[in-house]
């Protein structure tokens, strides 16, 4: 049987990481949609993928089945599988997964709204896209998680084969099935998320820290003041903090 706290837990905490990333969702929108261009790439250095020439930024034959990219954003860093012929397979957040069946629509680059909906209804897939779309504009790095985890790496056409067995549908989390996970569990064999875990570990540093608990208590009373007493104010006004100090 799940635990009940446990699982209010998880959903406040991807809530959290959620709104603390909320400008990595600025940069990802469908064409025709009003929005400000995405950051040109920056001169890249050794390590990060030159110009082809025309119709592509990016060197796509320097890329081999089976890499791992990496993409920065404004917070987190997104991941995906190369699979050759200038594909890209990805985890990418999508509410019309769940509204509709038309694969024309649901296969255009995902927006800003389609996405930030995608992940507070936990619903994804795992699809393909172009190099360029997969990365919008940011510098495309290559298997640094490699270097960065210390993990041996599969034989690059099993990691491919991975990637190509999980395209379609899957369930989303912040916390325990993102872009991440995919691309660690194609290529590793262990789905991990060091962004994930780091995130929990703030979290970690700001229960542990005492003066949470006067603030929550503070907000507390502020919303009782404001709001009058009500079970839906006076208990999260008693039960976060003492929450916070048993925790601390």
């Given at each position: 049987?799940?635990?009940?706290?446990?699982?209010?837990?998880?959903?406040?905490?991807?809530?959290?990481?959620?709104?603390?990333?909320?400008?990595?969702?600025?940069?990802?929108?469908?064409?025709?949609?009003?929005?400000?261009?995405?950051?040109?790439?920056?001169?890249?250095?050794?390590?990060?993928?030159?110009?082809?020439?025309?119709?592509?930024?990016?060197?796509?034959?320097?890329?081999?089945?089976g890499d791992v990219l990496e993409v920065p954003r404004?917070?987190?860093?997104?991941?995906?599988?190369?699979?050759?012929?200038?594909?890209?397979?990805?985890?990418?957040?999508?509410?019309?997964?769940?509204?509709?069946?038309?694969?024309?629509?649901?296969?255009?680059v995902v927006s800003n709204k389609r996405l930030i909906?995608?992940?507070?209804?936990?619903?994804?897939?795992?699809?393909?896209?172009?190099?360029?779309?997969?990365?919008?504009?940011?510098?495309?790095?290559?298997?640094?998680?490699?270097?960065?985890?210390?993990?041996?790496?599969?034989?690059?056409?099993?990691?491919?084969?991975?990637?190509?067995?999980?395209?379609?549908?899957?369930?989303?989390?912040?916390?325990?099935?993102?872009?991440?996970?995919?691309?660690?569990?194609?290529?590793?064999?262990?789905?991990?998320?060091?962004?994930?875990?780091?995130?929990?570990?703030?979290?970690?540093?700001i229960i542990r820290d005492q003066r949470s608990v006067?603030?929550?208590?503070?907000?507390?009373?502020?919303?009782?003041?404001?709001?009058?007493?009500?079970?839906?104010?006076?208990?999260?006004?008693?039960?976060?903090?003492?929450?916070?100090?048993?925790?601390?």
């Amino acid at each position: 049987m799940k635990n009940p706290m446990l699982e209010v837990v998880s959903l406040l905490l991807e809530k959290l990481l959620l709104l603390s990333n909320f400008k990595l969702f600025s940069w990802i929108a469908a064409p025709g949609e009003e929005q400000s261009p995405p950051p040109q790439p920056q001169q890249p250095s050794t390590s990060q993928q030159q110009p082809q020439g025309k119709g592509s930024f990016y060197d796509i034959g320097s890329f081999l089945r089976g890499d791992v990219l990496e993409v920065p954003r404004t917070h987190l860093t997104h991941y995906g599988i190369y699979l050759g012929d200038n594909q890209v397979a990805h985890l990418m957040p999508d509410i019309l997964l769940a509204l509709t069946d038309d694969k024309l629509l649901i296969q255009r680059v995902v927006s800003n709204k389609r996405l930030i909906l995608g992940v507070i209804g936990k619903v994804a897939s795992i699809r393909v896209d172009t190099v360029e779309d997969f990365a919008y504009g940011a510098n495309v790095l290559a298997n640094h998680l490699d270097e960065s985890l210390q993990k041996k790496a599969l034989v690059n056409e099993e990691v491919a084969r991975r990637a190509e067995k999980l395209l379609g549908m899957t369930s989303y989390s912040l916390l325990w099935n993102n872009c991440e996970h995919f691309v660690t569990y194609c290529r590793y064999g262990a789905p991990v998320s060091p962004q994930a875990d780091k995130f929990c570990e703030n979290v970690k540093i700001i229960i542990r820290d005492q003066r949470s608990v006067l603030a929550s208590a503070i907000l507390g009373l502020a919303s009782i003041v404001c709001l009058g007493l009500a079970p839906h104010t006076t208990l999260p006004a008693i039960f976060i903090p003492f929450c916070l100090w048993m925790a601390g």
